[in-house]
């Protein structure tokens, strides 16, 4: 299993960026991805959810309304949209994979759920 997150960058408030999460290795149907990000002193929070069985999309509740997670299957890519970004978005970014039997909208919030691990990919908003 490989995930390969990019697209994060520097941004002013307001402002929008889309991640990508590229995947191999599994197939998608039978997972679910998720981002994750973490700040400097903090935990890792669950920012979003996809399962790749059905769809349903999940998200926390300090971005919902703002970011939309999506999938492109024929690339293999998951996507992160995130608009009206805010400095207190600021974070290492991650996308993370798991099998569906084990994440799901229940428990996809918890960190040690997920068994696979992409690099970050830093987003900074400047107020």
């Known amino acids: 299993v490989q995930l390969q997150a990019s697209g994060g960058g520097l941004v002013q408030a307001g402002g929008s960026l889309r991640l990508s999460c590229a995947h191999s290795g599994f197939t998608f149907r039978s997972y679910g991805i998720a981002w994750f990000r973490q700040a400097p002193g903090k935990e890792r929070e669950g920012v979003s959810y996809?399962?790749?069985?059905?769809?349903?999309?999940y998200y926390g509740d300090s971005v919902h309304g703002r970011f939309t997670i999506s999938s492109d299957n024929a690339k293999n890519t998951v996507y992160l949209q995130m608009n009206s970004l805010e400095p207190e978005d600021t974070a290492a970014y991650y996308c993370a994979a798991s099998p569906g039997y084990i994440v799901g909208p229940y428990v996809w919030k918890r960190v040690n759920e997920w068994h696979h691990w992409g690099q970050g990919t830093l987003v900074t908003v400047s107020s």
């Open positions: 996809i399962s790749g069985s059905d769809g349903s999309t």
